[in-house]
Every structure is written in structure tokens, then in C-alpha cells.
């Protein structure tokens, strides 16, 4: 059993280019979210999703989208990248959508020089 | 706005001590309170959590204490372990949300148990 899994781990970009991050689980959850950890802040809530073709904005949406075609895949874009997105990011699931048992990716560090 | 405060931001403890993370939540619609443990390069893992409905919470070594008057709660890592050592993030979530809120963390607690 996978879990959730991210890729990639590493990324480094430059600004103003585009780039997606993969999220995927394989527990039949509908409730997916992406978090965003900066050094001293905890996690922030990006985007979630409650089920295929449902999505909303979490705490801090700007310059992230997202998209939910399965219940499997949840991937976060970052259409123009910014040095303020740098950051780690990690992807999560949960069984109900408020978050109790929730299983987190392993991260995908972002380097936006 | 913070709504959920943790402390202390870091904590030493000696090898079989216990070790106390605090937190304090503003939202009185919460009703699930977890804890994550995380160490370096991995995702948060979900430690132990609790609901308003009780006081207390003990898996093993790890204890949750719930005082909803005060609005708050805490971790006890008892007998605590240098494989313990990692970062600790308080966090909660309102069944009434419906999700918009996901799970707000506190700041996190870098514990260090020393051998």
C-alpha cells in the first residue's frame, strides 16, 4: 500500500516558469488538500478537494491551481513561479474532509531562484 | 491570525523524561484535535488525536490531554526516547468547516531528546 505519493521530490525553477506537482493516493479518499511548509509557519491549506471535479481555495490560493478528474489524482500548479513560492509542499488524504486520519506525501521541496 | 498557538517552539529532554508540547486553539468550532510527528525530509505522520468528548487520550507512550474550558491541549511523551526526537505540530479541524479550513497547524516544536 503506497499511500500518497508526491512527485517530485526536488525541484528547482526559474521565475516565471510553470510546472506541476504530482499528488496521488491509492486509499479511495475523497478528501485531498495541499499544504504548503515554510520555515516557522506550520502548514498552510493551498487548495482541497472533496471529491472528482469538486475543488475550493484553502488559506493561500494565489498562484496555485488545482484540478480533481479521479479521485486518485490531485495535481497543484504553479502556473508563473514566484521566489515566494519556495517552499515545501506536501499533499494529503484523508477519509473524511475534516481531516481525521489524514495521510501526508513525503514533500516536494521547490526552489524558485 | 493565528488560530492555533503552540509552545514551546523548541524543548530538550533528557533520555526518560517527559516531555510537555502545549497548545491553544481560538476557533471554538473545532472538534478534532490531532497531533503529527515529522522528521527531517519526511511527511508529517499522524501521532494521536482526540475529540472534545473526552479528557484524555493514551496510545502507548504518547498522551493527549484535552481541557476544552481553557481551550486547550497537550502532548506528553512519556519515558521519552532519542528516537523520539523530531518536530511535533499541534493542528485542528471543525466537522462544521466542511473541509474550507482543512487543518490548521500550530508552528511546530522541535524536540531533542538527549541520550
Known amino acids: 500500500n503506497a499511500g500518497v505519493t508526491q512527485t517530485p521530490k526536488f525541484q528547482v525553477l526559474k521565475t516565471g516558469q510553470s510546472m506541476t506537482l504530482q499528488c496521488a493516493q491509492d486509499?479511495?479518499?475523497?478528501?485531498m488538500s495541499w499544504y504548503r511548509q515554510d520555515p516557522g509557519m506550520g502548514l498552510r491549506l493551498i487548495h482541497y478537494s472533496v471529491g472528482a471535479g469538486i475543488t475550493d481555495q484553502g488559506e493561500v490560493p494565489n498562484g496555485y491551481n488545482v484540478s480533481r478528474s479521479t479521485t486518485e489524482d490531485f495535481p497543484l500548479r504553479l502556473l508563473s513561479a514566484a521566489p515566494s513560492q519556495t517552499s515545501v509542499y506536501f499533499c494529503a488524504s484523508s477519509v473524511t474532509e475534516w481531516n481525521t486520519e489524514a495521510f501526508f506525501g513525503q514533500g516536494t521541496r521547490l526552489t524558485v531562484v | 491570525q493565528q488560530q492555533v498557538k503552540q509552545s514551546p517552539q523548541s524543548l530538550i529532554v533528557q533520555k526518560g523524561g517527559i516531555s510537555i508540547i502545549n497548545c491553544a486553539y481560538e476557533n471554538t468550532a473545532f472538534d478534532y484535535f490531532p497531533w503529527y510527528q515529522q522528521f527531517p525530509g519526511k511527511g508529517p505522520a499522524l501521532l494521536i488525536a482526540?475529540?472534545?468528548?473526552?479528557s484524555e487520550k493514551k496510545e502507548g507512550r504518547f498522551t493527549i490531554s484535552f481541557n476544552k474550558s481553557a481551550n486547550q491541549f497537550s502532548l506528553h511523551i512519556m519515558d521519552s526516547q532519542p528516537g523520539d526526537s523530531a518536530t511535533y505540530f499541534c493542528?485542528?479541524?471543525?466537522?462544521?468547516?466542511?473541509?474550507?479550513?482543512?487543518?490548521?497547524f500550530g508552528k511546530g516544536t522541535h524536540l531533542i531528546i538527549q541520550p
Open positions: 482526540i475529540r472534545p468528548d473526552v
Open positions: 486509499m479511495n479518499h475523497e478528501y
Open positions: 493542528a485542528a479541524s471543525s466537522v462544521k468547516g466542511g473541509g474550507a479550513d482543512g487543518l490548521t
